[in-house]
């Protein structure tokens, strides 16, 4: 787990949601220090004052705010954003980094922050100034050096198989390197992943 805890910002008005969520995080093995924001607007005052790692917000605010979540994806690419899904709207854009309901069990949501927590420690691990290499493209690559299938990429991540091959592409692209295994010596030397990570 972590030396420090992790730290959980989760935007709902909901009050019953909110306590839902917090008895949830708590009550599991995860060691988390939890925040709450009523509102988008309030968000920019919390990071200044705390370092977050999870955002967990409920969609329904960042419908015509567009501009606002891309702006803050690029300002902070080690805070992974959860959505929940109210089931009342299509995916935003830019898509969450992971997405669960309210209908998910408790060790359903548990699972997700804590995957996201340890993908946000490989992705930390490696040094952007080395390459351009996208937040996502780099959780891609890390899905290809492990042996894993499109389809099951898309599953993880949660994102569609379309939105896999796309960042495929453009890892290709950006790296000039087509093969799986010149990907994992790539994703090696860069320190993306450590040979003991790779699942054969």
Do not use: W
């Amino acid at each position: 787990m972590h030396k420090n805890p992790l730290h959980i910002l989760i935007l709902e008005s909901s009050r019953i949601i909110f306590e839902g969520l917090y008895t949830i995080l708590y009550q599991s093995e995860l060691d988390c220090k939890i925040y709450r924001i009523e509102a988008m607007d309030e968000l920019s005052g919390v990071l200044e004052t705390e370092k977050i790692d999870i955002f967990v917000a409920n969609l329904l605010h960042f419908v015509n705010r567009e501009k606002e979540i891309k702006k803050f994806r690029k300002d902070n690419p080690n805070i992974s954003v959860v959505g929940i899904d109210y089931g009342m709207m299509q995916k935003p854009d830019p898509e969450p980094d992971a997405l669960f309901s309210l209908y998910d069990t408790q060790e359903h949501i548990v699972n997700l922050i804590s995957r996201l927590d340890s993908k946000n420690k490989n992705v930390s691990k490696y040094n952007e100034k080395d390459d351009n290499l996208t937040k996502r493209e780099i959780e891609v690559l890390t899905g290809i050096v492990n042996g894993m299938l499109n389809k099951e990429i898309a599953e993880f991540l949660n994102i569609s198989i379309h939105t896999v091959v796309r960042h495929r592409k453009n890892i290709t692209t950006k790296t000039g390197i087509r093969s799986q295994s010149g990907l994992t010596i790539y994703a090696i030397s860069k320190k993306i992943v450590d040979i003991e990570d790779i699942e054969i």
